[in-house]
């Protein structure tokens, strides 16, 4: 059982396949919950791609770092970009009582992240973008 993964991600759409395989392989082999890797895989997928998408330079040679680690019953996912600077604990939360098709584009993902994380920490260092998110392993969503 493995406790730690490091990935270095291209900057490149396609290389968030292989994120969510290698963190559903991950979740698997740590004997993680299903819910618990479920939530991981989403808000790593939703991070991940806004780096990619809005963060980084078309084109470029920038990568994305993603460092997973489990100790005391919690897992922590840290991901590290030197892309524009964005803390998305800063971004609006997404107006859902209007109808989707008059909604404005953006703040979902972010959204999501913070509904199925238990913490998110930010900070920008030595011009990169760190964001922490971390989930307790212990199942809150399923009866006792």
Same mark, same amino acid.
């Given at each position: 059982?493995?406790?730690?993964?490091?990935?270095?991600?291209?900057?490149?759409?396609?290389?968030?396949?292989?994120?969510?395989?290698? %963190?559903?392989?991950?979740?698997?082999?740590? &004997?993680? /919950?299903? +819910?618990?890797?479920?939530?991981?895989?989403?808000? =790593? @997928?939703?991070?991940v791609s806004n780096?990619?998408?809005?963060?980084?330079?078309?084109?470029?040679?920038?990568?994305?770092?993603?460092?997973?680690?489990?100790?005391?019953?919690? %897992?922590?996912?840290?991901?590290?970009?030197? &892309?524009? /600077?964005? +803390?998305?604990?800063?971004?609006?939360?997404?107006? =859902? @009582?209007?109808?989707?098709?008059?909604?404005?584009?953006?703040?979902?993902?972010?959204?999501?992240?913070?509904?199925?994380?238990?913490?998110?920490?930010?900070?920008?260092?030595?011009?990169?973008?760190?964001?922490?998110?971390?989930?307790?392993?212990?199942?809150?969503?399923?009866?006792?």
């Amino acid at each position: 059982m493995s406790d730690r993964l490091s990935l270095t991600l291209r900057n490149h759409v396609s290389e968030i396949r292989r994120l969510v395989d290698e %963190v559903e392989r991950f979740g698997h082999q740590a &004997g993680l /919950p299903d +819910d618990v890797t479920f939530r991981l895989t989403l808000a =790593l @997928d939703e991070i991940v791609s806004n780096v990619i998408r809005h963060g980084l330079d078309p084109g470029s040679t920038q990568v994305v770092l993603v460092r997973l680690a489990i100790a005391d019953g919690i %897992v922590t996912a840290t991901v590290i970009d030197d &892309g524009r /600077p964005f +803390d998305p604990r800063e971004a609006p939360p997404p107006n =859902l @009582d209007v109808p989707i098709e008059e909604r404005t584009p953006g703040g979902l993902g972010v959204h999501l992240v913070k509904a199925t994380m238990d913490d998110m920490i930010y900070s920008r260092e030595g011009g990169q973008n760190v964001l922490t998110i971390r989930k307790s392993i212990e199942s809150r969503d399923e009866p006792a």
